[in-house]
């Protein structure tokens, strides 16, 4: 039970949470509390408890201790009885302030337990305690101490400190999250913002957050859910995405569901997760930057310009199916290998191997390469991959937290990788005997 002591200039005041305030003459200082629980074999009043307290401890311990002398000179206070009666039982407990010494009180508390009758009935009392009042009062003064400097420190915090709090907050990555009923991967920070970043993928997202961007949801695929309509109404959005045929499609399907205010791509022949924190923030600084009222062609007219080093070859079919403000590309006849066509066979071993592999890089953007035998070669970022697929010697089998592109595809067939596993693949052609998979194929999604 929790107590609180107040004292002022009448009397002392002890309050308790489930007791009445108790009062002692402000000539005595309470010491002790002494607590007594009793049960009583008939229908008994607070009246009669108090009566039995008294008078049969009255002389037991002589005149100096009988409990209306110690009362009447401030070494008592109230007794305070609670009685509950059920069943022609009562059953209760009792508390004496009293500020005497602890061997008076001890006195005292073994007196009450000899009373054996209360009334006519049966009777037993027996202590529960004596609790030392002034070793709590110290406990409420040292609690008050503490929350008093806790206070001043709040309040008092150095003007650098409150600096050096900003700038790490600034630095610290936004969180993954999902949006809509297609559970699609965003950022925290795409429901307050006021702009908004379409990219392709989850690995994307995951990117962005590095360079500091918790505003991009991921559309997941060329079908875009209506989910992203609701999302962007009333928003700046920015399409950023990757710098490959599969890039291309998604945009036209994004002109015919949402207002696009600005459009970015990653450099030519590569993916957006595949970028670095600051060429992505290089990138969309840019968005920040341009007036709001620039129109989409405008931007396009840009990006033309930036990008004329790519080299696409016009195609009538492509020329009917996409507006003048569309990049022309050079037209591939490719399709999406299915899962019967990878050929992707894993053992038990070896996909005990890919799932501990799995929980290790998952939303780290990261691709390890495994030998013959299923041990590790090497770990490197997913941005690297390409360019280190050349120093694996040996390599058998590569796991990546991204998407399994064509040119990934061709730089690991010249380094000998037979086998590659990632979240999803991209537009394939079949110029390759490299088997691929994804990690829902395998049940690790």
């Known amino acids: 039970m929790s107590k609180h002591l107040y004292s002022c200039q009448s009397p002392i005041v002890l309050l308790y949470d489930k007791h009445e305030v108790m009062e002692l003459p402000n000539t005595g200082i309470v010491k002790y509390h002494v607590k007594l629980s009793f049960d009583v074999d008939g229908l008994v009043e607070k009246a009669?408890?108090?009566?039995?307290?008294?008078?049969?401890?009255?002389?037991?311990?002589?005149?100096?201790?009988?409990?209306?002398?110690?009362?009447?000179v401030s070494k008592v206070g109230r007794i305070e009885v609670n009685v509950d009666t059920k069943s022609n039982v009562a059953k209760g407990d009792a508390l004496i302030p009293m500020s005497t010494d602890i061997s008076t009180a001890a006195l005292i508390a073994?007196?009450?337990?000899?009373?054996?009758?209360?009334?006519?009935?049966?009777?037993?009392?027996?202590?529960?305690?004596?609790?030392?009042?002034?070793?709590?009062?110290?406990?409420?003064?040292?609690?008050?101490?503490?929350?008093?400097?806790?206070?001043?420190?709040t309040k008092t915090i150095s003007e650098g400190e409150e600096m050096l709090k900003d700038?790490?907050?600034?630095?610290?990555?936004?969180?993954?999250?999902?949006?809509?009923?297609?559970?699609?991967?965003?950022?925290?920070?795409?429901?307050?913002?006021?702009?908004?970043?379409?990219?392709?993928?989850?690995?994307?997202?995951?990117?962005?957050?590095?360079?500091?961007?918790?505003?991009?949801?991921?559309?997941?695929?060329a079908k875009i859910d209506e989910s992203i309509t609701h999302l962007t109404e009333g928003k700046k959005v920015i399409a950023f995405l990757d710098g490959d045929r599969a890039g291309d499609l998604i945009l036209k399907e994004l002109h015919g569901l949402v207002k696009i205010d600005k459009v970015f791509r990653a450099p030519a022949g590569r993916e957006v997760e595949e970028c670095t924190?600051?060429?992505?923030?290089?990138?969309?600084?840019?968005?920040?930057?341009?007036?709001?009222?620039?129109?989409?062609?405008?931007?396009?007219?840009q990006q033309s310009v930036l990008q004329n080093h790519k080299k696409y070859v016009k195609n009538d079919r492509e020329k009917n199916s996409f507006q003048q403000t569309q990049?022309?590309?050079?037209?591939l006849e490719t399709y999406p290998i299915t899962k019967e066509e990878n050929g992707l066979q894993t053992n038990n071993e070896s996909k005990s191997v890919i799932r501990n592999i799995y929980s290790q890089i998952n939303e780290t953007l990261e691709a390890i390469i495994l030998?013959?035998?299923?041990?590790?070669?090497?770990?490197?970022?997913?941005?690297?991959?390409?360019?280190?697929?050349?120093?694996?010697?040996?390599?058998?089998?590569?796991?990546?937290?991204?998407?399994?592109?064509?040119?990934?595809?061709?730089?690991?067939?010249?380094?000998?990788?037979?086998?590659?596993?990632?979240?999803?693949?991209?537009?394939?052609?079949?110029?390759?005997?490299?088997?691929?998979?994804?990690?829902s194929e395998m049940g690790l999604q």
């Not at 000899?114 to 202590?127: N, T, Y």
């Not at 559970?183 to 690995?203: H, K, M, P, S, Y």
């Not at 060429?279 to 931007?299: G, Q, R, V």
Request: proline share 3%; with cysteine; charged share 25%.
């Open 167 to 221: 700038v790490y907050d600034a630095s610290k990555p936004g969180k993954l999250t999902t949006f809509g009923k297609g559970q699609l991967a965003c950022g925290t920070g795409v429901f307050n913002a006021d702009w908004v970043i379409l990219v392709e993928g989850r690995a994307d997202v995951i990117n962005l957050l590095r360079a500091g961007f918790d505003n991009s949801i991921a559309i997941e695929g």
């Open 48 to 72: 009669d408890i108090i009566g039995a307290i008294f008078g049969q401890t009255e002389g037991l311990l002589g005149p100096e201790m009988n409990l209306n002398e110690l009362q009447k």
């Open 110 to 153: 073994a007196a009450i337990e000899s009373i054996d009758k209360v009334g006519p009935f049966q009777a037993r009392f027996e202590l529960s305690g004596i609790d030392d009042i002034r070793a709590i009062k110290k406990k409420v003064i040292v609690d008050r101490a503490k929350k008093i400097v806790q206070e001043w420190a």
């Open 277 to 301: 924190p600051l060429e992505i923030t290089e990138i969309l600084n840019n968005a920040l930057e341009d007036s709001k009222e620039e129109s989409f062609s405008s931007i396009k007219k």
């Open 327 to 331: 990049p022309q590309f050079n037209h």
């Open 371 to 439: 030998d013959g035998s299923m041990n590790t070669i090497m770990k490197v970022p997913v941005s690297e991959i390409v360019k280190k697929l050349s120093d694996s010697s040996g390599g058998k089998i590569l796991v990546l937290d991204g998407i399994v592109t064509q040119r990934l595809i061709d730089a690991s067939d010249k380094a000998g990788i037979e086998q590659i596993i990632g979240h999803r693949l991209a537009d394939l052609k079949r110029s390759s005997s490299i088997k691929v998979g994804t990690f």
